[in-house]
């Protein structure tokens, strides 16, 4: 089993609707969670950061975190084609030495 | 968010020979860089840590005689393929972590890698 398991979909919307990433892991000592975006070879680009539970917004994004469940999530609202991209979960351990470990990542596809 | 400059973006090569690969964080002094490798639709694997100063620690499986890392000052770290094969090929890409207190860790724009 992966430390961190997201569903690689791809996940086809269409424009405009509500989009719902997740990510579930088994590492209880995680404190620090992450949503990247990364288009087609392109670096990965920091969303959402979080600390230990609870949510975030930030515009049309909005991250949840549930350390009980062990179960994160990014909603994207009003999604847009040019939100297409892969979505990769990332979480990290104070005592890690700040290494992120990450998630497979989910291929998101918003049609016009 | 602070910015990671990584080049070239985009390389071809003879197997054999050797390439090198620029990571600079522009605006902040990065005490920390990460070295990660990415094949199509797959995720980041990491290879290296790269702490300025002092030798990097590589991940099980990765050979550091080949992937030479180099963070000579805060602000810079190298990746050299050496002696390049196709199974090299691949999509290299390098972040930054700026220091103790921040866990937000930035990436630059990769590198895809081609050898021919």
């Known amino acids: 089993q992966k430390e961190v398991e997201q569903d690689p979909g791809p996940l086809s919307v269409p424009e405009g609707a509500i989009v719902s990433l997740n990510c579930t892991y088994s590492?209880?000592?995680?404190?620090?969670f992450m949503w990247y975006r990364q288009y087609s070879r392109k670096g990965p680009e920091l969303l959402m950061y979080?600390?230990?539970?609870g949510n975030k917004e930030d515009g049309r994004f909005t991250a949840q975190v549930d350390k009980s469940s062990k179960y994160i999530s990014l909603f994207i609202r009003d999604s847009q084609p040019s939100d297409s991209a892969t979505y990769l979960c990332?979480?990290?351990?104070?005592?890690?030495?700040?290494?992120?470990?990450f998630g497979g990542g989910t291929r998101l596809m918003v049609k016009p | 968010g602070a910015v990671v400059s990584q080049h070239p973006s985009w390389v071809i090569c003879k197997s054999g020979t050797s390439v090198k690969i620029e990571c600079r964080s522009l605006?902040?002094?990065?005490?920390?860089m990460f070295w990660y490798r990415q094949f199509p639709k797959q995720s980041l694997m990491l290879m290296a840590t790269?702490?300025?100063?002092?030798?990097?620690?590589?991940e099980q499986g990765v050979e550091k005689d080949k992937f030479l890392i180099n963070h000579a000052s805060l602000t810079l770290s190298t990746l050299t393929v050496t002696s390049a094969h196709p199974e090299d090929s691949s999509f290299y890409i390098c972040?930054?972590?700026?220091?103790?207190?921040?866990?937000?860790?930035?990436f630059g724009s990769g590198t895809q890698l081609s050898v021919l």
């Open positions: 972040s930054a972590f700026p220091g103790t207190g921040n866990e937000k860790l930035f």
């Open positions: 590492n209880s000592a995680f404190q620090y």
């Open positions: 979080t600390y230990s539970s």
């Open positions: 990332a979480m990290s351990d104070m005592d890690a030495g700040n290494m992120l470990t």
């Open positions: 605006d902040f002094q990065a005490t920390t």
């Open positions: 790269s702490n300025e100063g002092s030798k990097a620690t590589y």
